[in-house]
């Protein structure tokens, strides 16, 4: 063999995998089969780690939030998806957003530039026999190698959903009924809101259950959708409030528009539909929550009606795709390896994480367990107070195997304080997590601690 680790899947948990496995000196082979004529059904390119729902890792707040605890933590551990983060980032109030383009550029850059690296555009279409192997493919996985997968784990793997949502041109955007602002002024002016009065929203409301939808395949009518990516127009079905509950709240975003003598700062409109920055340009802007399965003809006239986006011209508009997971809980040991052939772990959304960082992470964490591995030395997992430590092990073993179904990190899945008052937990949970995560960077072998730069 020319490589010691044989990574499938050049997605953000197999290019993470692959950095850490890299800088580390050891030989990866990272197969990718999109450039190597294969596609999948949501992406647009061939570039490793191509983002291809939201261009958002969510909150960056490291103090009071689980997402951006895990932001530091990941940091921390010289993730190469943050470091590509920070180079593409555009500004998303207190959220980190990158542009897309910029994002996987860097990602690839960084690991063709390590010599013991080898990135290979084909299609791998049964588990290996031997050797330690990296399965990333992610929830679209390809049928052949998911049929092998199936054979392998004697269970079939679950599915849910997953929508994508549309991107507008910024020139398009009628910023004389639009404005910029974050919700309460936080973290600065980075979103354009277009506003609805109750005559509108009620009318929009309508158009999203009135509207023509993509048809199910056969292999998808029984498939659940995952909470946090649900379709708007299957939220709109929820009940008329929910979307004003929702992606379309309007509290603490007063539009100056509307600005009169009694109300000189504006007033709150009866709902609001947010469009955050997708590139660094700020020439393209996403539908903030506006995941879709309508037809695409039937989005750009009903998105049309939006106040601001009546001359909208699209990007990209939304879509459907069903994704696979695995039940880990069961299927995978503490070390994300598959439970009678150890020489085969699995990474990212596949393992039933969900989420750009989540993915990223778990990706992260194979990659130090393969070198600990390489390295002949034992495995020390992060502690469960920590985020990483917290998002293993729900994966490995403590979720309910039964019900098991993607999730994102969440101060939920740590160990409770309930002695705390609740609201100041939050900021105790990570103050908890860099405590205790500090510590472990500090004891742990060299396999575990950050590569040298």
């Excluded at 949501?42 to 490291?62: I, K, T, Y």
């Excluded at 879509?319 to 150890?342: C, E, I, M, Y």
């Excluded at 900021?427 to 601690?449: I, M, P, Q, V």
Aim: with cysteine; aromatic share 8%.
């Amino acid at each position: 063999m020319t490589y010691d680790v044989h990574i499938i899947g050049g997605g953000l948990a197999g290019s993470e995998a692959a950095w850490q496995l890299g800088r580390r000196g050891f030989r990866v082979r990272l197969s990718e089969m999109r450039g190597g004529g294969d596609m999948t059904p949501a992406h647009q390119g061939d570039g490793l780690a191509e983002l291809v729902c939201s261009n958002s890792f969510r909150s960056d707040d490291d103090r009071m939030n689980a997402v951006g605890l895990l932001h530091h933590e990941m940091r921390r551990l010289d993730s190469l998806v943050m470091r590509a983060g920070e180079t593409a980032r555009v500004p998303a109030g207190s959220a980190m957003a990158v542009d897309r383009e910029v994002f996987s550029g860097e990602v690839e850059k960084a690991l063709a530039a390590l010599p013991n690296v080898e990135i290979v555009r084909e299609r791998i279409d049964a588990l290996p026999d031997a050797g330690l192997t990296i399965v990333a493919t992610g929830p679209l996985t390809a049928a052949a190698l998911a049929h092998s997968i199936g054979r392998a784990t004697g269970a079939e793997s679950l599915a849910f959903f997953d929508a994508i949502a549309p991107i507008v041109h910024r020139d398009t955007i009628d910023m004389d009924i639009c404005w910029m602002a974050a919700r309460w002024d936080k973290g600065g002016k980075d979103y354009i809101n277009c506003p609805m009065d109750k005559e509108q929203y009620l009318a929009f409301h309508q158009g999203l259950l009135d509207g023509e939808k993509g048809e199910f395949r056969e292999w998808e009518a029984n498939t659940p959708y995952f909470d946090g990516c649900m379709p708007i127009e299957v939220m709109a079905e929820r009940g008329v409030d929910t979307l004003r509950y929702g992606p379309m709240k309007p509290v603490g975003l007063d539009n100056p528009h509307s600005a009169t003598p009694e109300f000189p700062n504006g007033r709150w409109p009866y709902a609001v539909v947010q469009l955050r920055q997708d590139n660094k340009l700020g020439t393209l802007w996403n539908m903030v929550g506006f995941q879709t399965k309508l037809k695409h003809a039937e989005q750009v006239r009903l998105f049309r009606t939006i106040p601001g986006l009546q001359n909208a011209e699209f990007a990209r508009l939304g879509g459907l795709h069903r994704n696979t997971f695995l039940n880990s809980p069961v299927l995978l040991d503490r070390q994300l390896r598959l439970k009678g052939a150890g020489h085969i772990r699995f990474a990212g959304q596949i393992t039933g994480c969900e989420g750009y960082v989540e993915s990223s992470a778990v990706g992260l964490l194979v990659g130090m367990m393969a070198a600990s591995e390489l390295a002949g030395r034992d495995w020390i997992a992060p502690p469960r107070t920590s985020a990483m430590g917290a998002l293993l092990a729900h994966i490995t073993g403590d979720a309910e195997a039964e019900h098991y179904q993607p999730m994102n990190v969440n101060f939920g899945l740590f160990p409770p304080l309930h002695e705390v008052a609740k609201k100041s937990r939050k900021e105790a949970y990570t103050e908890r997590a860099k405590a205790d995560f500090g510590d472990w960077l500090s004891t742990c072998t060299s396999a575990c601690a950050p590569a040298a730069a």
